[in-house]
């Protein structure tokens, strides 16, 4: 029987190269492990610090986008207000000058002055237009419809009749603005009829059997363009205010991370209206539409 105190050196030397060999495996095989580990780690650790990363552009990015998209806003509406405000002020005090048969220097400036606001206005027009329509109805997900039936009143009742029954979304700041065109072309084709008249008469106004009521009798349609104006400031007021409350929507597997067309990333140019959004919105309309002359209620003039 085998000594089992027999040492190495009593061994065959197939007996030793086989006792080489399982040992060599065994070290291979713990080597082996430990690299194993140490690059599931180091993986572990560049897929987390790759995350986190993803997360932290796409805050920045969609940072940069609110503040791009509302900065677009705050301008489209600063040059809303100079040509509407201008448009409006030259309208009333040409017709004011035509209720009143104003001559010589007095006409003459006010004259000038509509037509040069209506200059401005027309050449603003088409790129104010297309400003409210792709910086601010389109990022809040607003198909505007300008059919004609739904904007070509005839700005003696209340305008937003067409905008308001059973709309399921926000109005379209691009219609109202295209409602405040078409009642200023309006009185303008009025306008244009009473200074062709005078032209007619040896630049003397026409003698009427009853007092002049001017382009605008009552100024009916110049107050509901006051009102399509103010409720259009105040819509577009609240969606640059809006824009700014608004963090950026990180999605859970950032846009730079491997296998991203796994998930479905967010329309970036749509943002979704709160309910409070859409209540402080309504604000913004309700003076006009309560109006007691001018409003939904209030009955056409004759």
Request: net charge negative.
């Amino acid at each position: 029987m085998a000594d089992p105190r027999a040492e190495d050196g009593d061994r065959t030397p197939a007996e030793a190269d086989a006792a080489a060999g399982a040992a060599q495996s065994r070290t291979r095989a713990i080597f082996g492990s430990l690299v194993g580990l140490i690059s599931a780690a180091g993986l572990l650790g560049t897929l987390i610090s790759a995350y986190f990363q993803g997360r932290s552009w796409d805050y920045q990015n969609g940072v940069a986008r609110i503040d791009k998209d509302a900065a677009a806003v705050v301008a489209a509406l600063g040059s809303l207000n100079t040509i509407i405000d201008e448009k409006w002020i030259s309208a009333y005090q040409m017709d004011d000058a035509i209720k009143t048969r104003k001559e010589g220097d007095d006409l003459k400036a006010a004259t000038n002055r509509f037509y040069a606001a209506n200059k401005e206005w027309e050449r603003l027009h088409q790129q104010l237009a297309s400003t409210l329509r792709l910086d601010v109805d389109s990022q809040f997900g607003i198909d505007i419809d300008t059919a004609p039936a739904l904007i070509n009143t005839d700005c003696l009742s209340y305008t937003l009749n067409s905008q308001e029954p059973n709309r399921a979304g926000p109005l379209s700041v691009s219609a109202l603005l295209e409602i405040s065109y078409n009642c200023h072309n309006i009185i303008k084709g009025e306008i244009d009829r009473r200074l062709q008249a005078r032209a007619d008469n040896d630049s003397k106004w026409p003698a009427t059997a009853a007092p002049d009521q001017g382009a605008d009798p009552g100024r009916t349609r110049l107050s509901h363009i006051w009102w399509v104006n103010k409720v259009l400031q105040c819509l577009m007021l609240e969606r640059a205010l809006e824009l700014r409350r608004r963090s950026p929507q990180v999605p859970i597997i950032p846009s730079q991370m491997p296998l991203v067309s796994l998930a479905t990333p967010p329309d970036a140019k749509v943002y979704e209206m709160t309910d409070r959004q859409r209540a402080r919105e309504d604000q913004c309309v309700e003076p006009y539409r309560n109006n007691r002359d001018l409003g939904a209620a209030a009955s056409k003039p004759q």
